[in-house]
C-alpha cells in the first residue's frame, strides 16, 4: 500500500504513526464544516449530548461551548482518537462534563433512551450497516431527541467518490439514502440541507 493510500486509510481508524499524523489534522481540518452543520440545530437545551466516532473530540468540545449544561459523551472505536479527545476535552473531563468512551457505532454500550442529541461529523462513511447504527443511535436518544448526520461529502462529489477508491471501506451516500435509512430505522421529522457552495450536506431527524 503506497504512503498516501496508508495515510487517508487512517481516516477509517486511526492507528499508529500515521493515525497520530491524520489526528493532528481531524479537529482543524473539519472545524469549517461542523460549524455550518451546528446551525441546523434547533434550539435546545440538552442534559446529555453524545457525539458519535468522535475523532480528536472537537465537536464534543463544541457541544460543551453551544451547551453550557450538557453533560458530553464522545465515543470512537480507535484508541487513538479516544486519547486525543481525552487530551482535547481533558479540562471538561475534570470538571465532570465529558466523558470520552471507547466504543462502535454498531454495539453501543450506552443505556437506553439516555441523550437528547446525537451527533455524527464525517463518520457514517465507515459505519458497519446504516439502517443498524442508526437504530442504535435511535436506542440511545430518548423520544423527541435529535439526531444530526453532518457530511462533507453529498454522494457525487467528485473528490470524495476519488476517496471511496483510495479508503477501504469507505461509502458516500447521498442525503436521500441517509434519509431513508433513518426512517427505516425509526427516526421521523428527518430533513436534509444541502450547502449552497460545497458538496456538503447536513440530514436531522427527530426520534
Ligand atoms: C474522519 S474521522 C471524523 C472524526 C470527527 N468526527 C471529526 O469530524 O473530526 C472518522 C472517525 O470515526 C471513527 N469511526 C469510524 N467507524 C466507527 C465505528 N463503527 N464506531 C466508532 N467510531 C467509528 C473513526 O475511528 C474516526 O475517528
Redesign the pocket.
Known amino acids: 500500500m503506497s504512503i498516501a493510500k496508508s495515510f487517508f486509510n487512517q481516516?477509517?481508524?486511526?492507528e499508529g504513526f500515521l493515525g497520530k499524523m491524520?489526528?493532528g489534522t481531524?479537529?482543524s481540518?473539519?472545524?469549517k464544516?461542523?460549524d455550518w452543520g451546528f446551525t441546523h440545530l434547533p434550539v435546545i437545551a440538552p442534559e446529555k449530548a453524545v457525539?458519535?466516532?468522535?475523532?480528536?473530540?472537537?465537536?464534543a468540545g463544541e457541544l460543551m461551548k453551544r451547551y453550557p449544561k450538557a453533560r458530553v459523551t464522545a465515543?470512537?472505536?480507535?484508541d487513538?482518537?479516544v486519547e486525543k479527545a481525552k487530551d482535547y476535552n481533558k479540562e471538561m473531563i475534570a470538571a465532570g462534563r465529558c466523558e470520552v468512551l471507547q466504543?462502535?457505532?454498531?454495539k453501543l454500550t450506552l443505556p437506553e433512551g439516555e441523550y437528547e442529541l446525537a451527533t455524527?461529523?464525517?463518520?457514517?462513511?465507515?459505519?458497519?450497516g446504516l439502517e443498524k447504527?442508526f437504530a442504535e443511535v435511535a436506542r440511545v436518544l430518548k423520544k423527541g431527541g435529535y439526531f444530526m448526520i453532518?457530511n462533507e461529502s453529498d454522494g457525487t462529489d467528485p473528490t470524495s467518490l476519488k476517496f471511496e477508491k483510495i479508503i477501504d471501506g469507505m461509502k458516500n451516500y447521498t442525503s436521500e439514502e441517509i434519509e431513508s435509512a433513518l426512517k427505516a430505522a425509526g427516526f421521523s421529522e428527518v430533513t436534509a440541507d444541502h450547502h449552497p457552495a460545497k458538496p456538503w450536506i447536513t440530514v436531522l431527524a427527530r426520534k
Do not use: Q
Open positions: 481516516t477509517r481508524k486511526p491524520m489526528l481531524m479537529n481540518g473539519h472545524a464544516m461542523a457525539d458519535l466516532g468522535c475523532g480528536g473530540g472537537r465537536n465515543v470512537d472505536y480507535s487513538l482518537s466504543g462502535d457505532v454498531s455524527a461529523f464525517e463518520t457514517i462513511y465507515f459505519w458497519p447504527c453532518c
